[in-house]
């Protein structure tokens, strides 16, 4: 018998292992990696500060720029920026003022002693100020967008009437989105276990959605029916589009199919629950990425003598390829994911603005190395989680302006960017819902 779950820590603790949280993010790690290590107690609380902070770490760092322009050492940076972040204007602040600048001291007091004086003036100060201060630090571009000002650039001279709208939608609250594993159940039986279980959601709508699900709140996976049974998983909207659109009207029994860059799985696993009489084989580059495709295959019952995982660079043909041509390829190339960052704030203030031309070069070399590979009549699909269009309309264009028509064909109903925006030009109305994505699905004469 499972004994009582262990608290949440206070919010002093939750204050420093925040702030550490937004250190390391400075420093250039993944704040999924840092979430990781966070102690099982502490982790969803941690989770929700850290990302409410990155989503208003520009406007915090203009205000602490202003409030204290010597950068002070990192560790007491991350505790200041991270209190003025969760001290911002808001109609509902996540705790009240007195409340927050406590606990920040309290956190500094273990943290770094010798500061917690200067953090408990600050904020003071910037509560007494707060007006003034939030207008001054929205005067810069970081501060009034909350994004790097090259990002802010790129969307302008991307989507020059739309830039405004995304940086606005990458603020908000990403939903809870469920693919329900079509070789075990319906989704229409496993909404009415959804509302069984307490939990409101429906079915999505559009093209490629068939088993898609909405949830009206998020919720732990433990509290999904079936979820560890391989009844349903956690999948974006715009991701679970990509197994359809590659599969189409059917892929013949015994047809191979090559996952490229396949890690985490869900798309891996989405080919193989609509098309199970396929010869897959799912590669990825980094062998700890590629046990989680084990682990979510496994957990979805879709291993047998018909899946195969390999971890190699896709690009290095001759080091995994047997030479015999694929029906279909999947090629999710590498990517800034720049359209994913409601679920992932830290991905703004990771990237580079050199990241957008290195990562566009290899999503390059992969399409040459991998269209060979492809049959006669076959059909590769090109997919980035980026709203980038260096990393989608632009990167297709060049590479069959390199092909020629006789060598590469797009297909006409290929979606293309699929921006996070209700009026979007696409076709689906859970548009606003889903993520940003870039769709090419490209046929071999």
Not at 78 to 94: V, Y
Not at 173 to 187: D, G, I
Not at 218 to 233: D, H, I, K, N, T
Not at 342 to 371: F, G, K, M, N, S
Request: hydrophobic share 45%; with cysteine.
């Amino acid at each position: 018998m499972n004994g009582p779950a262990s608290p949440s820590p206070p919010l002093s603790r939750l204050l420093e292992l925040t702030a550490d949280a937004v250190a390391a993010v400075r420093a250039g790690r993944s704040l999924t990696d840092v979430l990781a290590q966070c102690a099982p107690p502490a982790r969803p609380g941690t989770q929700a500060l850290a990302f409410a902070v990155l989503r208003r770490w520009g406007a915090a760092n203009a205000a602490r720029e202003l409030l204290a322009p010597r950068t002070p050492p990192p560790a007491v940076d991350a505790l200041l920026t991270t209190a003025l972040a969760l001290l911002w204007p808001d109609e509902a602040p996540p705790y009240p003022d007195h409340t927050l600048v406590d606990q920040a001291v309290t956190a500094a007091r273990h943290k770094v002693p010798a500061a917690a004086g200067f953090i408990n003036a600050v904020l003071r100060r910037f509560i007494r100020e707060r007006a003034a201060i939030a207008e001054q630090a929205g005067r810069s571009v970081q501060g009034a967008w909350n994004h790097p000002a090259w990002w802010v650039e790129r969307l302008r001279h991307d989507w020059p009437t739309q830039w405004q709208a995304l940086l606005a939608q990458a603020q908000t609250h990403p939903p809870m989105c469920l693919r329900v594993n079509a070789r075990k159940t319906s989704r229409a039986d496993y909404l009415q276990r959804l509302a069984a279980a307490g939990l409101a959601a429906r079915a999505a709508e559009g093209p490629g959605l068939e088993q898609a699900v909405v949830l009206t709140q998020p919720c732990p996976v433990e509290r999904l029916p079936g979820f560890a049974a391989g009844e349903a998983s956690v999948q974006d909207l715009a991701a679970q589009r990509a197994a359809p659109l590659l599969v189409g009207a059917g892929l013949p029994p015994g047809a191979r199919v090559l996952d490229a860059c396949a890690a985490p799985g869900g798309k891996t696993a989405h080919l193989l629950e609509i098309a199970p009489e396929i010869e897959l084989l799912a590669l990825d580059a980094d062998p700890a990425r590629l046990a989680r495709v084990d682990q979510t295959l496994h957990r979805l019952g879709l291993t047998g003598e018909r899946v195969h995982t390999r971890a190699a660079d896709a690009r290095q043909v001759a080091s995994w390829w047997d030479g015999q041509p694929f029906d279909a390829i999947l090629l999710d190339a590498p990517c800034t994911a720049s359209g994913i960052v409601r679920r992932h704030p830290d991905i703004r203030w990771l990237r580079r603005p050199d990241d957008v031309h290195a990562l566009a070069r290899t999503q390059a070399e992969l399409l040459q190395a991998l269209w060979p590979l492809l049959k006669p009549g076959g059909r590769l699909l090109y997919a980035t989680c980026s709203i980038f269009r260096a990393e989608g309309a632009e990167q297709i264009d060049a590479f069959l302006q390199r092909q020629g028509p006789e060598a590469a064909r797009l297909d006409a109903d290929s979606p293309g960017h699929l921006l996070p925006l209700p009026d979007n030009g696409s076709a689906n109305p859970e548009a606003a819902l889903a993520d940003g994505f870039f769709y090419a699905l490209l046929h071999k004469p």
